[in-house]
């Protein structure tokens, strides 16, 4: 995208950020007939949810999955964005500790026969189980899971498998910082609807939604950077790197905060910069192999009890690759302190693969270790009441503008979280939008020469 100090007719919706959120909500606010513009400065949309594909290979950014009763999956049905998975197919799935491995209790029969527990950790593992559907998760938001998880199972093997469930539900490792209430909230909608591992990487449901948003009219411009926004009574107006001038009814900003701060020029004082300050993003590092076959292919997920591990094989379930090819994922949910150097954790993950698929390295095909990979913006802390604490769509201090992204909003984490504030934001700038005719026939928006 090209013009200095060239201005676009005025629009109904500009949304800055081409990543699930943005792409949601152009989506949906195109579908209603308004106008839209998007504006990526990445040189195609999806952000951490694109796939990068090597030779015949896809390989997401971490090993992603979909809750399938969350609110993305349900946002992309509603709006009719094709997309095909499957439910993951574990295997033999593990815990693994320092010295051994014991299988994974799936059920009340395993958890019964599990060596891993005590007569009275079963009893306390079975009692939740039974209830944690009619868990008052609201009265534990300002409790941190840590200190739950001592009081409700002890310090034993019990505890630390109940902190492996938090940890792949939610995809993070602090417990200590972590709202109980919104980590039970994840437990519960993993162990009610489970997830799907998508067909062709997460990038399937990136071109899925760009295409409904095409087709709503909205226009897409990648490769192109938003300076600011500044919102008026009357409208937005964004400046672009290249001098342009943007000039829209409502505009969604679905960035990170930090990056919603500098576009906003917030002061340092504001609410939504102070919490911005304070937030902590959720972050792990991530091992990606594709194997031309496993040594031990009924061994295809595990979790750590003593470590915060995680392994699967994502193609058990979804079309990741050739027939016979293996995609492996293998993380570990990083803390914001005391984790190791890049090399000593790629070396951890390594070892980790090295018990559960002896040999791997003879297998390779391709690899690509992550070392710091972002997998949300931020944590639900307990000292923030958990999710409630996040910013709302209406944060950014101008009634036109609106926020949207993995941590904006009371209602689900991580792509949930995406959905849900996108959906919001969107019938924000609708409700708006409403109140007078479009500005411009859909599909008539340029920029530049």
Same mark, same amino acid.
């Given at each position: ?5 060239s ?15 943005? =792409?949601? %909500? $152009? ?6 007939? +308004? ?5 990526? !400065? #990445?040189g195609? @949309? ?13 390989f ?38 320092d010295?051994?491995?014991?299988p ?11 060596r ?10 079975i ?28 310090? =034993?093997? %019990? $505890? ?6 938090? +940890? ?5 490792? !602090? #417990?200590?910082r @972590? ?5 039970i ?32 009219g ?13 919102g ?31 576009l ?19 972050k792990?590092?991530?091992?990606d192999?594709a194997?031309?076959?496993?040594e031990?292919?009924?061994? +295809? ?39 190791s ?19 791997w ?36 201090g ?12 009371p ?21 708006i ?17």
């Amino acid at each position: 995208m090209h013009g200095s100090n060239s201005s676009l007719s005025e629009v109904d919706l500009a949304v800055v950020g081409g990543g699930l959120a943005g =792409l949601s %909500a $152009a989506a949906l606010v195109a579908k209603a007939g +308004r106008s839209v513009v998007l504006f990526e !400065q #990445a040189g195609a @949309v999806g952000g951490r949810a694109a796939t990068q594909v090597r030779e015949g290979i896809f390989f997401n950014l971490g090993a992603h999955a979909l809750y399938f009763w969350g609110q993305a999956f349900a946002l992309l049905r509603e709006l009719d964005a094709p997309f095909s998975g499957h439910f993951p197919d574990p295997g033999k799935s593990l815990l693994l500790n320092d010295q051994d491995e014991a299988p994974l209790p799936r059920g009340l029969v395993s958890l019964v026969q599990s060596r891993l527990f005590d007569f009275r950790e079963k009893g306390r593992l079975i009692r939740f189980l039974a209830t944690i559907a009619k868990l008052d998760s609201r009265s534990l938001d300002g409790v941190a899971l840590s200190d739950w998880v001592r009081t409700t199972f002890g310090a =034993l093997n %019990a $505890a630390k498998f109940m902190l492996a469930l938090f +940890r792949v539900s939610t995809y993070a490792d !602090q #417990a200590d910082r @972590v709202s109980a209430g919104a980590a039970i909230d994840q437990l519960k909608l993993a162990l009610k609807s489970n997830v799907w591992y998508i067909d062709g990487g997460w990038q399937s449901l990136v071109d899925g939604l760009h295409s409904r948003a095409r087709e709503g009219g909205a226009v897409i411009h990648a490769s192109t950077r938003v300076k600011s926004v500044h919102g008026e009574t009357d409208g937005v107006t964004i400046a672009l790197s290249d001098g342009a001038i943007v000039r829209s009814r409502t505009a969604v900003l679905a960035v990170p905060p930090r990056t919603a701060c500098e576009l906003l020029g917030e002061a340092c004082r504001s609410p939504l910069a102070r919490w911005t300050a304070s937030s902590i993003p959720i972050k792990a590092a991530c091992l990606d192999v594709a194997l031309d076959r496993l040594e031990r292919p009924g061994h +295809r997920f595990a979790l750590g009890l003593d470590r915060p591990y995680y392994y699967s094989v994502h193609s058990a379930a979804a079309k990741l690759a050739p027939e016979g090819v293996a995609v492996v994922h293998v993380l570990k949910y990083l803390r914001q302190d005391g984790d190791s150097p890049a090399e000593a954790t790629e070396q951890e993950l390594e070892g980790c693969l090295d018990r559960l698929q002896p040999g791997w390295r003879s297998h390779i095909l391709t690899r690509r270790f992550l070392p710091s990979m972002i997998v949300s913006n931020s944590l639900p802390l307990a000292t923030e009441n958990g999710l409630a604490g996040r910013p709302d769509v209406t944060s950014a201090g101008n009634p036109n503008i609106f926020l949207a992204g993995d941590w904006v909003g009371p209602e689900g984490q991580l792509a949930d979280a995406s959905a849900a504030s996108a959906r919001a934001s969107a019938q924000r700038a609708l409700s708006i939008l409403a109140q007078a005719r479009p500005v411009l026939k859909r599909g008539s928006v340029h920029v530049g020469s």
